[in-house]
Antibody, heavy 124, light 108 residues
Framework: EVELLESGGGLVQPGGSLRLSCAAS????????MSWVRQAPGKGLEWVSS????????YYADSVKGRFTISSDNSKRTLYLQMSSLRAEDTAVYYC?????????????????WGQGALVTVSS | DIQMTQSPSSLSASVGDRVTITCRAS??????LAWYQQKPGKPPNLLIY???TLQSGVPSRFSGSGSGTDFTLTISSLQPEDIATYYC??????????FGGGTKVEIK
């Protein structure tokens, strides 16, 4: 059974940093692209970042480019999102999501499994 | 970037009604479109991919259609457990993997 478990959320001051983790199980981690999608309170879904199954290709939304870094540790089957220079508008629930189709190079796909989400609150 | 526009943003219907939600892409995305259902406090759940393919375990009252720029999600007979917000998402090319703004479905 596929499981995605996020951790690392919390309250952080503007300008601060935080690292989210997503522990994956139940599938061949290196065969699927992984992504982060966030949802601000009362708002819709916003794609944030994706990494290919091989780990060689990464993509970011313009809103986080230069501030967030996506990475993965295959030995730990864990996806990360390092967030820095955080702003109030980054406040959201952050979901990790698994791509539906196995591909080591591409990241464009729909998402068949999602974690329960990690709340990040940026406030002084 | 490709924009995804959903309509309506909200709707109210009676149990048993046929419900239709539309999603329009600003460019041709072929059939690379997915639909998700999200209930309050829960992560999204994949309903349909490739515009019209029902994800395993999803009730058959849900269906999707369309290609190119215009897509539709239909609930053939609305049930109380279908109360949720529905999102479309395009995935035809490299990111951003844009979502539509969402459609909130309520019971009348």
């Amino acid at each position: 059974e596929v499981e995605l478990l996020e951790s690392g959320g919390g309250l952080v001051q503007p300008g601060g940093s935080l690292r989210l983790s997503c522990a994956a199980s139940g599938f061949t981690f290196t065969s699927y692209a992984m992504s982060w999608v966030r949802q601000a309170p009362g708002k819709g879904l916003e794609w944030v970042s994706s990494i290919s199954g091989s780990g060689d290709f990464t993509y970011y939304a313009d809103s986080v480019k230069g501030r967030f870094t996506i990475s993965s540790d295959n030995s730990k089957r864990t996806l990360y999102l390092q967030m820095s220079s955080l702003r109030a508008e980054d406040t959201a629930v952050y979901y990790c999501a698994k791509s539906h189709v196995a591909t080591r190079r591409h990241v464009n796909g729909d998402f068949d499994y999602w974690g329960q989400g990690a709340l990040v609150t940026v406030s002084s | 970037d490709i924009q995804m526009t959903q309509s309506p943003s909200s709707l109210s219907a009676s149990v048993g009604d046929r419900v239709t939600i539309t999603c329009r892409a600003s460019q041709d995305i072929n059939s690379f479109l997915a639909w998700y259902q999200q209930k309050p406090g829960k992560p999204p759940n994949l309903l349909i991919y490739a515009a019209s393919t029902l994800q395993s375990g999803v009730p058959s009252r849900f269906s999707g259609s369309g290609s190119g720029t215009d897509f539709t999600l239909t609930i053939s007979s609305l049930q109380p457990e279908d109360i949720a917000t529905y999102y479309c998402q395009r995935y035809n090319s490299a990111p951003p993997l844009t979502f539509g703004g969402g459609t909130k479905v309520e019971i009348k």
